[in-house]
């Protein structure tokens, strides 16, 4: 277990709707971040909060958003979702939010969009 | 071409064979580098961080990262069956990258008894 908890584990959902997946980050642990995996893509990085604030941007889709409450859990909203949108879902957290510090995953959110 | 190049495999070994690894990268700036292994459905777990280039030694694993020819390896020594899962290297450029990590494809290994 690496302490990063995510929830759901999984969701169902129809085209055109919008989901909140949820992050509490280890204890400690300051940066949060959201990886999308998909077969042709595998991980790909989506973005990163430190403390409240973003940190790193990938090629996150504009109907996908993410923020960071002061209790440090995050959220990944994604909307207007479409065939394609369907992945694992990963968040991660490290205590600082540069790559000197040990990156650890949750065990995903699966997603299936039908 | 995508920054981080992984042989998807898969990869088949018997039992205590020693297995080797290996990505190859792009981007010069990338100096944090890692190994995770994922089970099937499973979040990635962090096997091996190596900052820079040398060898790391972590029990039956060890970690090699050649900045040079921008190439890092995992040699699994005394292979089990418990080992058989995907294996991920990422990297990460420091800097502006924050904690940004760039994966590779990712390997399957399976190690039949």
């Known amino acids: 277990d690496s302490g990063v908890t995510q929830t759901p584990k999984h969701l169902i959902t129809a085209t055109g709707q919008r989901v909140t997946l949820r992050c509490s980050p280890r204890?400690?642990?300051?940066?949060v971040y959201w990886y999308q995996q998909s077969l042709d893509q595998g991980l790909q990085f989506l973005i990163q909060y430190y403390n409240g604030e973003e940190r790193a941007k990938g090629n996150i889709l504009e109907r996908f958003s993410a923020q960071q409450f002061p209790d440090l859990h995050s959220e990944l909203n994604l909307s207007s979702l479409e065939l394609g949108d369907s992945a694992l879902y990963f968040c991660a957290s490290s205590v600082g939010d540069d790559g000197r510090n040990t990156i650890y995953f949750g065990e995903g959110s699966w997603l299936t969009v039908v | 071409q995508k920054e981080v190049e992984q042989d998807p495999g898969p990869l088949s070994v018997p039992e205590g064979a020693i297995v080797s690894l290996n990505c190859t990268y792009s981007n010069s700036a990338f100096q944090y580098f890692m190994w995770y292994r994922q089970y099937s459905r499973k979040g990635p777990e962090l096997l091996m961080y190596?900052?820079?280039?040398g060898n790391k030694e972590d029990g039956r694993f060890t970690a090699q990262v050649d900045k040079s020819s921008k190439y890092i390896s995992l040699f699994i020594r005394d292979s089990q069956p418990s080992d058989s899962a995907t294996y991920l290297c990422a990297m990460n450029a420091g800097g502006t990258s924050y904690g940004k990590l760039t994966f590779g494809q990712g390997t399957i290994l399976t190690v039949h008894p």
């Open positions: 190596t900052y820079s280039s």
């Open positions: 204890s400690g642990d300051l940066s």
